[in-house]
């Protein structure tokens, strides 16, 4: 069974740092880009990051560049991102996402196809 | 960035009928559009993507149509369990990876 499963959330105060992991299992992690998504309370979705299968490319929304990082393991299917200075503002459920099998896609632009129930993070003082 | 808009933002539908969600683009994003289910508690759900392709496990009456930047969602025969909310998502002029603001679909 495909699954995602994400921990690490939790209520940290204003200033503060946070790190969130996704854990894969049941598919092969390492031919999959990886992203992360969030939700503030009542909200929409909204990109926060995402990388590349190698790790190599990563990419970042604005509200987060400069003060998240996101990174991979492929030798332990796992996807992290480490949330500094956060605000009230990025208060929110974190959902990671698989990027789809690039042959389903075209011109390897694919949806999010797999997701995790998601990890919520309060950030408030 | 490419601004997804979708249209209406609530709407009401009987059990039985047809519903038609509604979601533009800024600027063409070709045929490369997803629409997502989400359930109170749940994470989205892919159900089409390549703007007309369901994904794996979502029943016929769910169809996707359009390119470009104007795009549609039709769900016929509607089940209580098609009661969320529709999420629109362009994926092919990335970063970002942009998202409508959601339509709720909810029992009239």
């Known amino acids: 069974q495909e699954q995602l499963v994400e921990s690490g959330g939790g209520v940290v105060q204003p200033g503060m740092s946070l790190r969130l992991s996704c854990a894969a299992s049941?598919?092969?992690?390492?031919?999959?880009?990886m992203h992360w998504v969030r939700q503030s309370p009542g909200k929409g979705l909204e990109w926060v990051a995402t990388?590349?299968?190698?790790?190599?490319?990563?990419y970042y929304g604005d509200a987060v560049e400069g003060r998240f990082t996101i990174s991979r393991d492929n030798s332990e299917n796992r996807v992290s991102v480490q949330m500094n200075s956060l605000t009230t503002k990025d208060t929110a459920v974190y959902y990671c996402?698989?990027?789809?099998?690039?042959?389903?896609?075209?011109?390897?632009?694919?949806?999010?196809?797999?997701w995790g129930q998601g990890a919520l993070v309060t950030v408030s003082s | 960035e490419i601004v997804m808009t979708q249209s209406p933002a609530t709407l009401s539908v009987a059990p039985g009928e047809r519903a038609t969600l509604s979601c533009r683009a800024s600027?063409?994003?070709?045929?490369?559009l997803a629409w997502y289910q989400q359930k109170p508690g749940q994470p989205p759900r892919l159900l089409v993507y390549?703007?007309?392709t369901r994904a794996t496990g979502i029943p016929a009456r769910f169809s996707g149509s359009g390119s470009g930047t104007e795009f549609t969602l039709t769900i016929t025969s509607l089940q209580s369990e098609d009661f969320a909310v529709y999420y629109c998502?362009?994926?092919?002029?990335?970063?970002?990876?942009?998202f409508g603001q959601g339509t709720k679909l909810e029992i009239k």
């Open positions: 996402a698989r990027k789809m099998e690039a042959y389903h896609c075209i011109g390897g632009s694919c949806p999010f196809d797999l």
């Open positions: 049941g598919f092969t992690f390492s031919t999959h880009g």
């Open positions: 990388i590349s299968y190698d790790g190599k490319h990563k």
């Open positions: 600027q063409s994003v070709s045929s490369n």
């Open positions: 390549g703007a007309s």
């Open positions: 998502q362009q994926y092919n002029n990335w970063p970002p990876w942009t």
